[in-house]
Every structure is written in structure tokens, then in C-alpha cells.
């Protein structure tokens, strides 16, 4: 199963500004260094925005940075919100999709539990915690970051 | 998140095959039944026969059977195997895939937790408990089948 490329791209944008606190980010930097489009990492990181996870701050030394605290941000419930309009088959789209077996199956209703499942062991886990799993983001990203072209 | 539509075409087709025992479907039957193309349709049930869930009778009044009983095919089995090698993001990639963020980042270790979570839910729920959490599939399917061309 896989998340969408809009979700993979959404969890590097806020965990590379939550390991960079001290350092705002343009979406172009952003983008430069994990080798995505702009047109496509500017559509992620204005839903970042519309949405309250960050802020963008205009001018020089201008960039995006998170609005909330590492702390306060929920793994699950920031997947669930990217992937809400994602149905994993065609039973689970709205309006019970194409699949002719819908109205008797019973796929539909233990895939979605198994969904529920997943998000669930990602509740409690939180950016903060993402960071502090694998040791070596800061120097990692320090590297990363003064190979990117400024602001 | 998604599963492929491969793994979505299996489910279908064993769903289909489980809860039509007594009548042998072709793979032309099937895609026809749930407008999918031949040739993507082959690969389906020619994968489900190579890895042991299906078998193929050849000849006159031959057709796809299933070679398990339904309630000895656990759904969670099913989907790690179609899965298997469809990682969710390209860091749960073999080799740690094009993620820069890898070494240092702890969402790989977080998301293969969440996945193992869904997998488990879905591992004491078989084909049987499917095709009997809604009613009626023996009805539809019976209008299915019998709008279908004879193989």
C-alpha cells in the first residue's frame, strides 16, 4: 500500500522544518534538495499553510517555518487529513465507487478497520518523536541545507 | 493511502471465485464482469493460480476455481503478499530508496509499525468472514454471472 506522492512529500517538508528551527526554508530550497518539482512542492507546502501546520514569512530572510511545536503535531491525525480524500480501493470512494461487489461485500468494511488501525498507531506518535527516533537529523540536515541555494 | 489496483483486482476476483463455488469463471468472465481489461486481468488470476490461491480446469466446463477453502484464506496473508514489494513511501523502498532525510529520519520506523498494525488487523479475517459480513452476495452474484458471455 502507498501513500500518496502529496503525503510523502508533505511529511519530509515538516519534518526538514521541525529538525531546522533556526533556519526558514523557501519552497524552492525545499524542493531543490529533495529533487521534487517546484510547481509540485509549492502545491504541498501551500496546503501546509491552508491548513495550520506552517507559516510563511515574507521578505528577506523570509521562508517557511511550522506554526505549531514538533510536540503538537500528531502523526496520525496529519496522515489522515492528506490521505482523507484517498480511498485505498474503489469500495471505500465515496458513493461506493465502480466495484460491483460493494452493496454485498464485506472488504469494504474490514479494510476499513484495518485503515482506522494504522492511523491509530500513529496517533500518539508525534514530529517530535519522528526526529528523535533516528539520531543525526541536525547534522544531516545542517549538510543538506548549506547545499541548497539561499533564499 | 492505496492499495494497487492489482492487489484491489485480486480481492475482487477471489471475493468472486469464493462466493460462486459451484460455477467455474474464465479470467474473460471476470474482467468482463468488472470492466477491467483482459490482458491486467490475466496477470491477476494468473499470479493468484502461481501462488497457489486459484487453479485453472482446462477444457470444456473448465474455469478459475479457488484451491483453498475460503475460510483458510486469511485476508491479511493475501494483501502482505500482493504488497509486498509496493513500499508505502520511497524511504520503506529495498536500499532505503531516494529519501535524503533516510538515514537520519524516524518515519520509516513509525510508518512500518502503522503498516505491520493493518496488516495484523486484516490477518484473522478470511475470504469466509468477507463474503459473510453482508448478506446477499450470492444473489448478486448470481445476476453477475448470468450476465456475463459462457467462457
Redesign the interface.
Known amino acids: 500500500?502507498?501513500?500518496?506522492k502529496f503525503?510523502?512529500y508533505a511529511?519530509?517538508v515538516v519534518?526538514?522544518l521541525a529538525a531546522s528551527p533556526d533556519r526558514l526554508m523557501s519552497t524552492r530550497q525545499i524542493a531543490e534538495?529533495?529533487?521534487a518539482k517546484y510547481n509540485h512542492m509549492a502545491k504541498v507546502t501551500g496546503w501546509l499553510v491552508s491548513e495550520g501546520y506552517a507559516e510563511s514569512l515574507r521578505g528577506r530572510g523570509g521562508g517557511l517555518r511550522l506554526s505549531k511545536d514538533p510536540s503538537q503535531i500528531s502523526?496520525g491525525a496529519l496522515l489522515r487529513k492528506l490521505?482523507e480524500d484517498?480511498?485505498?480501493?474503489?469500495c471505500l470512494a465515496s458513493g461506493g465507487g465502480?466495484?460491483?461487489?460493494s452493496?454485498?461485500?464485506?472488504?469494504s468494511?474490514?479494510?476499513q478497520?484495518?485503515?482506522e488501525?494504522?492511523?491509530?498507531?500513529?496517533d500518539p506518535?508525534t514530529i517530535k518523536?519522528?526526529?528523535?527516533?533516528?539520531?543525526?537529523?541536525a547534522?544531516?540536515?545542517g549538510a543538506?541545507n548549506s547545499g541548497s541555494t539561499t533564499a
Open positions: 500500500m502507498q501513500l500518496s503525503s510523502d511529511l519530509r519534518v526538514h534538495i529533495h529533487d502523526l490521505e484517498k480511498p485505498m480501493v474503489e465502480m466495484c460491483l461487489l452493496p454485498s461485500c464485506g472488504l468494511l474490514a479494510l478497520n484495518a485503515q488501525a494504522f492511523f491509530k498507531t500513529l506518535t518523536d519522528v526526529i528523535g527516533l533516528a539520531p543525526g537529523m547534522n544531516l540536515l543538506l
